[in-house]
């Protein structure tokens, strides 16, 4: 489990977001970028007793997951209230080029805020490296508009995200312990959009 590790210097996280946006928009190009309905509304329970809805998925469709790693990012808007909360989730759809062209996307489901107004994004991913490199050079874009430490992550090697919805539990082999973890699925209800 990797979780938490500063964030990568400016100039890197700059060059890594500008090949991701090229890379983007080739993979829209070649129409391989979908947003499957599947788990649109399920809720999504957490080991703080936290709880999203999930109101959005993007998948790269052909990507690969031969090194399959769960990716759980946490964050929580800046100046962000009330109706400011439905604008944001139409907007975010407009920040996709921000993470589907980097080395190892598979998927995301993205998460409205919780009770405690934390946003989540759970993420398959193919690389636990190529994971953790994202997620510090996303890290710039977020400060940007995320209260100054609300910004939290963890990378779980060998978890297909499939399956750690399907059955929670394969979260006791992968990362032991931490069972009011904020990033720890303890449950899913199965909802509707």
């Known amino acids: 489990m990797i979780a938490d590790r500063p964030h990568l210097p400016l100039q890197s996280a700059v060059a890594s977001l500008a090949h991701c946006v090229a890379r983007t928009f080739a993979l829209l190009a070649r129409r391989e970028i979908a947003q499957p309905a599947g788990h649109l509304g399920d809720v999504l329970r957490f080991g703080d007793g936290s709880r999203g809805r999930v109101y959005r998925e993007t998948v790269a469709v052909h990507a690969a997951t031969d090194e399959p790693v769960v990716l759980v990012v946490a964050f929580r808007l800046r100046w962000v209230r009330g109706f400011g909360h439905a604008l944001f989730r139409a907007e975010s759809l407009l920040n996709t080029p921000l993470f589907v062209g980097f080395p190892g996307f598979v998927s995301k489901l993205w ?48 978890l297909r995200r499939d399956d750690m919805l ?28």
């Open 111 to 158: 998460l409205a805020h919780d009770e405690r107004a934390v946003y989540r994004g759970v993420y398959q991913w193919n690389g636990r490296e190529r994971a953790d490199t994202y997620v510090r050079a996303l890290w710039w874009v977020l400060a940007l508009v995320s209260v100054r430490g609300s910004i939290h992550y963890v990378v779980l090697p060998g």
């Open 166 to 193: 399907a059955d929670p539990r394969r979260l006791d082999d992968a990362a032991p312990g931490d069972a009011e973890a904020w990033w720890r699925l303890v449950g899913v209800e199965r909802g509707s959009p």
